[in-house]
């Protein structure tokens, strides 16, 4: 019963959420454009299943990846498990947290790859150009910058380096590839650093910094806990743009080769032919004599 009335709850302030959105699209259709909404029995009923999905996804994140993230952030970075059998730590080491990093990066691959707002991206992308951008490698690709983004950022964390050293010289990089990356590949590079710090994504990234910077010694929740979703939105831009340089140096490196066959097979012939020409002219010489 509890479990029902909850759900009453978030799906009438789901509702309430998404009014606006609604009012100003049927205010522009209606008052602006002034044409009916096609379909509108399909319409309507589309725009119920998607208030009853998120109003589900909004509390099984509550029921779930909430207290998932913040568990599992304080199993990690708890004293007695990285030091076993001392309740305070009185050394930090960051090698003392790898476990910390291959959970901050597992986490951030696999909530990346089942990020919602990720997945319509990457389907229309792939729509629009035709095939030439692969959906499933641009996902795997966002996810890989995540998972990097959210390891360096716990490192950051455990080590207590001041977070713009990281930031300002992440988007040096992300400055530089900008002029050698494909142009067509550019404007998704940099939405993927936005959809990847969605619903999915931000409750168990934001649970674990403030968990691993609450039981660290000398760290603040406030200060140090908070600033992973900048990583992860920063690293998939990075990650995008590479994956782009890649797959254009390996595309010229195969046009490269197939010209170099071409070459060979074309003098290959020439050769042939100037055989042919000279034996021709040979027996032409032998004839006349």
Known sequence: MDLIFEFLTTLKNTVV???PILSIILGFQLLVIRKPIPHIKQVGFGFIYVLIGLALFLLGLEKALFPLGKMMA???TAPEFIHAGEQVLTTIHWTDYKWVYVFAAAIGFSTTIAEPSLIAVAIKAEEVSGGAINANSLRIAVAIGVAVGIALGSYRIVVGHPIHYYIIAGYVVVVIQT??????IMPLAYDSGGVTTSTVTVPLVA??????ASTIPGRSPLIDGFGLIAFASLFPIIAVMAYAQLTEARAHRAEQKEEKRNQIKQDKQNKRNLNQKQQDSLKESIEDK
């Open 17 to 19: 959420d998404v009014l």
């Open 179 to 184: 002029f050698y990356c494909p142009k067509l």
């Open 207 to 212: 649970a674990l910094g403030l968990g691993l």
């Open 74 to 76: 304080a199993q990690l």
